[in-house]
């Protein structure tokens, strides 16, 4: 098992920048691809970003590339989502979640899940 627990979501005006951080115990931290995921009220869960096991190699929802940056540090069993320039459209549950060895882009790629985190972002 691997549990995971994001933080740092929180109300901000758009333009902003925001880092969600998200912690992982269980499991040794490196053998696992981790994502970003997103949800919106009534809408299906979106990717936003992936990275790989050593974090050598990121992928993005191409509407958000060059905007938000994921990166992980594996010595401290975390991942990151650093985002700029938040739009109003980007106001979601911001979801960290773990897969062994490979990332995708599919929630149902993905064995293990956070709690989410709310992001909004006002106009």
């Known amino acids: 098992q691997v549990q995971l627990v994001e933080s740092g979501g929180g109300l901000v005006q758009a333009g902003a920048s925001l880092r969600l951080s998200c912690a992982a115990s269980g499991r040794t931290f490196s053998d696992y691809a981790m994502a970003w995921f997103r949800q919106s009220p009534g809408k299906e869960r979106d990717f936003v970003a992936a990275?790989?096991?050593?974090?050598?190699?990121?992928d993005y929802k191409e509407s958000e590339r060059g905007r938000f940056t994921i990166s992980r540090d594996n010595a401290k069993n975390a991942v990151y989502l650093q985002m700029n320039s938040l739009k109003p459209e980007d106001t979601a549950v911001y979801y960290c979640?773990?897969?062994?060895?490979?990332?995708?882009?599919?929630?149902?790629?993905?064995?293990?899940w956070g709690q989410g985190t709310q992001v909004t972002v006002s106009s």
């Open positions: 979640a773990a897969r062994k060895f490979y990332s995708g882009r599919r929630p149902h790629d993905y064995d293990y």
């Open positions: 990275i790989s096991r050593s974090g050598s190699v990121t």
